[in-house]
């Protein structure tokens, strides 16, 4: 890794891992402490860089401190999917300790930086953790959500209301992290990588957040995403716009008589 990219990495705090686990569960301030106590056991990753292979033994278990990263496939034409993307706060190998190979391959989309978990997922498993431990099963339940909130986006809903769905969850995701609030957070992918997560070419994910900008939905600035009406965009998307997790909303009896004749 250049040193350029060491040295931006360098201050960068654990802070979103420690407001992600609260958001999962009741810390004590000793947990919080010893999550607290791993921000010296930093790893640096380059984008581009390989965290994690598709069929490899995934390594220790670690929190994501700074930067993107993405689970992903890619087929021998070149051509990729991702399945989900891991934002500062989230963990790698943190729910299971004999996990089976890996089914994907984990990149790193920007640089990034992760914390060895090994202690907190010790203290978690031999109960003087116990808060750790809840949040940690939480997070399992809740990656299983988001997968299966993808699935749905990808099989059922059109190119507008995957776009407006995939914000508004990165905002929700990013703001308990503390990196955004209920409008504003950082958006550092390119459209090519928009595209491989949503199922869409580059022009239509072009065509589509233009869209959305030319309805003054959104506004993009610099590596900066804005939700300027995140209720209309909830509507959209067909989805919750004031829960925590931003589920799909149940169709109405009339919707699913419509969808079965």
Known sequence: MTARIASR????PIEPVVRRLRSLATV????????????DRRERYAPGEELIGEGRAQRLPRFLVAGWAARQRVLPDGRRQIFSLILPGDSLGVASRNAPPAPWAIVALTALETVDAEPALEAALDGRAPGVARAISAAALDEERLLLDHMVRLGQQTAYE???HFLLELQRR????????SQRFPLPLTQEILADALGLSIVHVNRTLQQLRRERLIELRSGVAILL??????DIANCEAETPLRR????????LESRSA
């Open 28 to 39: 004590s301030d000793g947990e919080e402490a010893l999550v607290r106590s791993l921000a």
């Open 248 to 255: 799909f909303s149940p169709a109405r009896p009339r919707q």
């Open 229 to 234: 009406q995140p209720q209309a965009l909830s």
């Open 9 to 12: 990495l360098a201050g960068w």
């Open 162 to 164: 995957r776009v407006a």
């Open 174 to 181: 990013l703001q308990i992290a503390g990196l955004g609030d």
